[in-house]
């Protein structure tokens, strides 16, 4: 009967731990082919493409004139983007990307059990671990950005299995977890070149880690051979990911260093009320966190802080450290990227993505700051866990809400620090800025238009949704990004010329329009 019970105890976390992940899996494969097409996706597939054929051994030549006529496509590593084109390489548009689509949340699944993982590790509980996902889920940016973003979000889930992989070193410190740290910074650098940030960080925590062990001179030197090894296995790897080194692998790779950290946007972007262009202020990515994020993982984040720090202040350096390196190992996943784009003055733009690695690691602060309060509601009331669940309840409800009253528009969530209402909020930071309710507006047109061939104007970056329609209701279009046409598909701002002041539709969030249809007046 005892070892019953005990079995029986085993069997609910794998039980509630598989349960969560198949509702996960299984609400994605739901709505996957709910969302829009991204600015992004289309030149993504593109590189895809280019690069796969160069990778597969077609002509370096023809593979270089092509990157010459279509400017920085190949500058990008290309590695997820080539994995997306050889899982879906052809057939109609509609299913293209739907079907990419689907392969991005899956990818998203994956890494948010890695991160439970993470969080087990760090917490030693599997319920705290749990939540953990649970609240990256309920993160209705990331969750949205997670069916249609081909880069930042592939990049996020590749940096969460770098972490775990940098846990796994520093824990056994031996030449297999050396090569598996090795390979996951590799698939992550040869997604976005940020990921070489997990370099130094690894090795300063390593290199601590050996210090307060009071190790010997051959531990150092066994230390920098693994360090050595997975920097060796990382290098060869980018190499093999990216034609684009292929014929001058430290020349090129340091030309597409130098265009990520100094890259130019030159569009309009509103930042706190003011166009800031190419001029980012250091606070751009502080601010994106706080007023993009569920406000309850912000107060979360600042307790977690706070008690971090507090814990610092009071504990003796060896024995604290030991006993917190991995939370203070996420911190520096979480902090060190930014404090580097602020030293860099790197350009960010849109809502913040090419940050939105740092969020989970980030998260995981606002989750010790959780367990802190359950922890101290243990200890001061006999009903603690009725009291926890109705926090948690609480602090989820707007985010959930959001995400159920504005499915497809999870990206533009913002909390009540970035304004008292929407209407507000859109005239202080950029709203959809990828267009992705272009394809609310497209199914409008064409469920109100019977017209049998419909003009339409739009930029290009916020109308590829149209590549998502049917075939039948795609050959009714004709989309171009300049006049004549019947509609004007277009973002609040620039405002719509005067010859077109006709409101036909807004697609709303709250009362804030994040993308309008106007009808040209007649004649």
Same mark, same amino acid.
């Given at each position: #009967?005892?070892?019953?019970?005990l ?7 794998? &039980? ?6 198949? &509702? ?29 054929? %160069? ?7 023809? =593979?270089?004139?092509?990157? %010459? ?12 983007? #080539?994995l ?23 990818? +998203? ?8 993982l ?8 599997? #319920?705290?671990a ?24 592939p ?35 040869g ?6 940030? &997990? ?15 009071k190790k010997?001179?051959?531990?150092? /030197? ?24 292929y014929?001058?692998?430290? !020349? ?5 260093f130098?265009?990520m950290?100094?890259y ?25 966190? *706080?007023?993009s994020?569920p406000? +309850?993982?912000?107060? @979360?984040?600042?307790?977690? *802080? ?8 009071r ?23 930014i404090? !580097? ?36 509601l243990?200890?001061?009331? @006999? ?5 926890a ?12 809400? =959001?995400?159920?009253?504005?499915h ?40 109100t238009?019977?017209?049998?061939v ?33 509609? /004007? ?25 994040? #993308?309008?249809v ?6």
């Amino acid at each position: #009967m005892h070892n019953f019970i005990l079995k029986r105890k085993n069997l609910i976390p794998i &039980i509630t731990v598989t349960l969560f992940f198949v &509702i996960l899996v299984s609400v994605g494969l739901l709505i996957f082919r709910d969302y829009g097409i991204s600015s992004d996706e289309v030149s993504a597939y593109l590189r895809g493409q280019l690069n796969y054929v %160069a990778f597969k051994g077609g002509s370096l030549q023809d =593979f270089s004139s092509a990157c %010459a006529k279509l400017k920085n496509i190949c500058y990008y590593p290309p590695l997820y983007s #080539m994995l997306a084109y050889r899982l879906v390489p052809a057939g109609d548009s509609q299913t293209i990307y739907q079907r990419l689509h689907l392969v991005d949340f899956l990818a +998203f699944a994956g890494a948010v059990f890695v991160f439970f993982l993470i969080g087990k590790k760090i917490f030693k509980n599997w #319920m705290i671990a749990l939540l953990g996902c649970l609240f990256l889920v309920i993160s209705p940016r990331i969750f949205g950005h997670a069916f249609y973003n081909p880069k930042d979000l592939p990049f996020m889930d590749a940096y969460i299995v770098s972490i775990y992989t940098m846990l796994l070193f520093l824990e056994k410190k031996n030449l297999l977890t050396a090569l598996l740290h090795g390979v996951a910074i590799a698939v992550a650098c040869g997604i976005r070149t940020p990921g070489v940030v &997990i370099f130094p960080i690894t090795f300063v925590f390593y290199g601590f880690d050996l210090f307060l062990a009071k190790k010997g001179w051959k531990d150092y /030197l066994k230390g920098l051979g693994l360090f050595i090894s997975s920097i060796l296995v990382a290098a060869g790897l980018v190499y093999w990911f990216t034609p684009y080194l292929y014929d001058d692998p430290i !020349t090129k790779y340091i030309q597409v260093f130098n265009l990520m950290k100094n890259y130019t946007w030159d569009d309009h972007q509103t930042y706190l009320g003011v166009d800031i262009r190419n001029k980012i202020p250091w606070h751009y990515s502080l601010v994106w966190f *706080s007023v993009s994020s569920p406000p +309850f993982y912000v107060g @979360l984040f600042g307790l977690g *802080s706070v008690v971090l720090i507090m814990r610092s202040l009071r504990s003796r350096l060896a024995e604290h450290f030991q006993a917190l390196r991995d939370m203070y190992l996420v911190a520096a996943c979480g902090i060190v990227p930014i404090i !580097t784009v602020i030293i860099f003055k790197s350009v960010i733009y849109s809502d913040n993505r090419q940050m939105y690695f740092c969020y989970p690691p980030l998260l995981l602060i606002s989750i010790y700051g959780l367990r802190f309060l359950i922890e101290k509601l243990r200890e001061i009331n @006999l009903h603690w866990q009725v009291w926890a669940s109705v926090i948690i309840i609480l602090g989820l409800v707007y985010p959930v809400y =959001f995400m159920v009253q504005y499915h497809t528009h999870e990206n533009v969530f913002f909390n009540f620090f970035a304004g008292p209402r929407m209407s507000v909020v859109a005239t202080r930071f950029s709203m959809d800025r990828w267009g992705l309710a272009s394809k609310d507006a497209l199914e409008y047109i064409l469920k109100t238009d019977t017209s049998h061939v419909i003009h339409i104007q739009a930029q290009n970056g916020i109308i590829h949704s149209y590549l998502l329609l049917p075939k039948a209701e795609r050959d009714r279009l004709i989309v171009s990004n300049k006049g004549p046409a019947k509609y /004007l598909i277009t973002l609040p701002i620039p405002a719509p010329t005067k010859s077109r002041e006709t409101i036909y539709y807004n697609v709303n969030v709250f009362d804030a329009p994040i #993308m309008s249809v106007y009808l040209e007046k007649s004649k």
